[in-house]
C-alpha cells in the first residue's frame, strides 16, 4: 500500500490510535493533514515524528459546525484535495444511570453525540462534497465495540458509535457511484493513554482475559486495518464494518 502525492485528514490525531494512523500514512508517502481540538503541543509531537515535512496542524472543535468548516476548508486549500479521510477524533466519559445526576447526563450526552457522530457526520458531509467535485476519496470511521455489545457505564458514546455505524453504511450506499468508499473500523479496548486507566487498574487483567489472546489490540494493528480500507484494494467492501477485537465479542 502506497499514498504518495495523497492528502488525508486524520481527526483526533494528536496522540492514541490517530498518531499512529498519522504515522502509518506519512510513512507510506501521504501528506498528513493533523486535526486536534485543545492539546496543540501533542499535535506538534504528532507531526515531528512523522516521516516528511510536508505534515500540518489543524484546530477544531468538532461540536462546532462553523470550526469543522473552517478546518476543511484550509485543509482543501492547503493539501489541493483530499483523498482520505479518518474521522478518528472522539470523547468517552463515565456517566452509568445510578451515579449520574440529570444535569450531568444531559450534558454527557451533548458532548458525546456532539463530538463522536454529529461532528464526524459533518465532516464526512463537507469532506464527501469535496471529493466529488475531485473524483472520488475514501472515508474510514474509528467506530467501537461497544457499538454492538452495549456500554452500562457510557452509554452515550455505545450510542454514538452505533450511530456512526449506521452513519458510514448510508453514505456508503449514497457515495459509492461517485467513487468514494466508506468504511468503520470497530476495535475494543486497545493499548492507548485514554484506556490506561482501565488497562492499568483492578480490571485490567479481566479486560485482557476477554480476548482468548489474552491482550488487547496494539494502534499499529488498528492503523494497518485503516489502511488496508483505504487503500484501493478493498472497494467492494464499501459499507462493511471491520471488527477489531481479538475475538473478544462476536456478532452473529
Same mark, same amino acid.
Given at each position: 500500500?502506497?499514498?504518495?502525492?495523497?492528502?488525508?485528514?486524520?481527526?483526533?490525531?494528536?496522540?492514541?490510535?490517530?498518531?499512529?494512523?498519522?504515522?502509518?500514512?506519512?510513512? +507510506?508517502?501521504?501528506?498528513?493533514?493533523?486535526?486536534?481540538?485543545?492539546? +496543540?503541543?501533542?499535535?506538534?509531537?504528532?507531526?515531528?515524528?512523522?516521516?516528511?515535512?510536508?505534515?500540518?496542524?489543524?484546530?477544531?472543535?468538532?461540536?462546532?459546525?462553523?470550526?469543522? +468548516? %473552517?478546518?476543511?476548508?484550509? !485543509?482543501?486549500?492547503?493539501?489541493?484535495?483530499?483523498?482520505?479521510? !479518518?474521522?478518528?477524533?472522539?470523547?468517552?466519559?463515565?456517566?452509568?444511570?445510578?451515579?449520574?445526576?440529570?444535569?450531568?447526563?444531559?450534558?454527557?450526552?451533548?458532548?458525546?453525540?456532539?463530538?463522536?457522530?454529529?461532528?464526524?457526520?459533518?465532516?464526512?458531509?463537507?469532506?464527501?462534497?469535496?471529493?466529488?467535485?475531485?473524483?472520488?476519496?475514501?472515508?474510514?470511521?474509528? =467506530?467501537?465495540?461497544?457499538?454492538?455489545?452495549?456500554?452500562?457505564?457510557?452509554? @452515550?458514546?455505545?450510542?454514538? +458509535? @452505533?450511530?456512526?455505524? %449506521?452513519?458510514?453504511?448510508?453514505?456508503?450506499? @449514497?457515495? @459509492?457511484?461517485?467513487?468514494?468508499? !466508506?468504511?468503520?473500523?470497530?476495535?475494543?479496548?486497545?493499548?492507548?493513554?485514554?484506556?490506561?486507566?482501565?488497562?492499568?487498574?483492578?480490571?485490567?487483567?479481566?479486560?485482557?482475559?476477554?480476548?482468548?489472546?489474552?491482550?488487547?489490540?496494539?494502534?499499529?494493528?488498528?492503523?494497518?486495518? !485503516?489502511?488496508?480500507?483505504? =487503500?484501493?484494494?478493498?472497494?467492494?467492501?464499501?459499507? =462493511?464494518?471491520?471488527?477489531?477485537?481479538?475475538?473478544?465479542?462476536?456478532?452473529?
Amino acid at each position: 500500500m502506497e499514498f504518495f502525492h495523497k492528502g488525508v485528514l486524520v481527526t483526533g490525531a494528536s496522540r492514541g490510535i490517530g498518531r499512529e494512523i498519522a504515522h502509518q500514512f506519512a510513512e +507510506k508517502g501521504a501528506t498528513v493533514a493533523i486535526h486536534y481540538n485543545q492539546n +496543540k503541543q501533542a499535535a506538534q509531537e504528532t507531526r515531528d515524528s512523522l516521516e516528511g515535512n510536508s505534515h500540518f496542524l489543524v484546530q477544531a472543535d468538532m461540536m462546532d459546525s462553523a470550526s469543522v +468548516k %473552517a478546518m476543511v476548508d484550509t !485543509v482543501a486549500e492547503t493539501m489541493g484535495r483530499i483523498d482520505v479521510l !479518518v474521522n478518528n477524533a472522539g470523547v468517552y466519559g463515565y456517566h452509568p444511570i445510578p451515579d449520574t445526576d440529570y444535569a450531568e447526563w444531559q450534558d454527557w450526552w451533548r458532548r458525546t453525540l456532539g463530538t463522536n457522530l454529529i461532528g464526524a457526520a459533518n465532516v464526512s458531509y463537507l469532506i464527501a462534497r469535496h471529493m466529488m467535485e475531485k473524483g472520488g476519496g475514501r472515508i474510514v470511521n474509528v =467506530s467501537s465495540r461497544g457499538a454492538f455489545r452495549g456500554e452500562p457505564h457510557a452509554p @452515550a458514546y455505545g450510542a454514538s +458509535k @452505533a450511530g456512526m455505524n %449506521a452513519m458510514s453504511q448510508s453514505m456508503a450506499k @449514497a457515495l @459509492a457511484p461517485h467513487n468514494i468508499f !466508506v468504511y468503520a473500523v470497530a476495535p475494543g479496548f486497545v493499548e492507548t493513554e485514554m484506556a490506561a486507566p482501565y488497562l492499568e487498574g483492578p480490571e485490567g487483567d479481566s479486560i485482557r482475559g476477554q480476548s482468548p489472546m489474552g491482550r488487547v489490540a496494539r494502534p499499529e494493528e488498528v492503523a494497518r486495518t !485503516v489502511l488496508f480500507l483505504a =487503500s484501493t484494494a478493498p472497494e467492494f467492501m464499501t459499507g =462493511s464494518i471491520v471488527d477489531i477485537n481479538g475475538a473478544s465479542y462476536l456478532r452473529t
